[in-house]
């Protein structure tokens, strides 16, 4: 906590590249208990496995992460119930990501190599495995819209519409997703808007929502992955 406070900034971000089990994110938690400031942290670590005769693979911990994970959700406890009204606006909450391929299916065949079950595969081109929140970040990370704002969602004639930052980004990643849908969000007149490809049947229900927007909001900029 000593070497946070020389930086003298209470609204920096503080990065540790092997934060371990997160001691770093609970100084800067408890700092900001202590001044007030608004610091930040980012914190960096392999899932390096615990060894079985240890104390915390005992506990259920089978890597390094989770014990930084659960440190910082009882670290920020803790600082809070042990003063509760000085830390009322105190922000104990984070986010957790993970290094991992593409969203995208590799779609590179050779000719020889191309069957018709592959051509099936290709109805869409997302991986079955993937989250709505694996494609929501993925296209804040493509077009540099910051990946700590706030992020709401909403329940729409059954799809689900994120909303970043009161309109910085609205995406819709549901299989099909009706004109009402594309209206509702046009209607917000978001910066940016997203869907995917497979939701729409053909190319001219693509080119609907592209109308759709440009009456409703023409300054959105409108994608399709």
């Given at each position: 906590?000593?070497?946070?406070?020389?930086?003298?900034?209470?609204?920096?971000?503080?990065?540790?590249?092997?934060?371990?089990?997160?001691?770093?994110?609970?100084?800067?938690?408890?700092?900001?208990?202590?001044?007030?400031?608004?610091r930040k942290f980012?914190?960096?670590?392999?899932?390096?496995?615990?060894?079985?005769?240890?104390?915390?693979?005992?506990?259920?911990?089978?890597?390094?992460?989770?014990?930084?994970?659960?440190?910082?959700?009882?670290?920020?406890?803790?600082?809070?119930?042990?003063?509760?009204?000085?830390?009322?606006?105190?922000?104990?909450?984070?986010?957790?990501?993970?290094?991992?391929?593409?969203?995208?299916?590799?779609?590179?065949?050779q000719p020889e190599?191309?069957?018709?079950?592959?051509?099936?595969?290709?109805?869409?081109?997302?991986?079955?495995?993937?989250?709505?929140?694996?494609?929501?970040?993925?296209?804040?990370?493509?077009?540099?819209?910051?990946?700590?704002?706030?992020?709401?969602?909403?329940?729409?004639?059954?799809?689900?519409?994120?909303?970043?930052?009161?309109?910085?980004?609205?995406?819709?990643?549901?299989?099909?997703?009706?004109?009402?849908?594309?209206?509702?969000?046009?209607?917000?007149?978001?910066?940016?808007?997203?869907?995917?490809?497979?939701?729409?049947?053909?190319?001219?229900?693509?080119?609907?929502?592209?109308?759709?927007?440009?009456?409703?909001?023409?300054?959105?900029?409108?994608?399709?992955?």
């Open positions: 906590m000593e070497l946070i406070k020389l930086l003298g900034d209470s609204n920096s971000i503080i990065l540790d590249f092997f934060s371990g089990s997160a001691t770093t994110a609970h100084a800067v938690m408890q700092l900001n208990a202590d001044d007030g400031g608004h980012i914190m960096v670590q392999l899932p390096e496995l615990c060894g079985e005769k240890t104390e915390a693979f005992k506990a259920g911990y089978k890597n390094i992460c989770e014990i930084g994970k659960e440190r910082i959700r009882r670290a920020g406890d803790k600082i809070k119930a042990d003063n509760p009204l000085g830390t009322q606006d105190l922000d104990i909450g984070f986010r957790v990501f993970r290094v991992d391929s593409s969203n995208m299916k590799d779609v590179y065949y190599d191309l069957e018709q079950q592959s051509i099936f595969n290709l109805v869409s081109n997302i991986k079955d495995d993937r989250t709505d929140l694996d494609l929501l970040y993925a296209c804040l990370l493509d077009w540099g819209v910051e990946i700590h704002l706030p992020h709401t969602s909403t329940d729409l004639d059954g799809c689900t519409v994120h909303n970043v930052d009161n309109g910085a980004l609205m995406a819709c990643f549901s299989p099909n997703v009706p004109r009402s849908v594309v209206e509702y969000m046009a209607k917000q007149q978001p910066l940016r808007a997203v869907f995917r490809d497979s939701a729409f049947a053909s190319d001219d229900a693509k080119i609907n929502v592209t109308e759709i927007f440009k009456n409703l909001s023409p300054d959105t900029k409108v994608k399709v992955i």
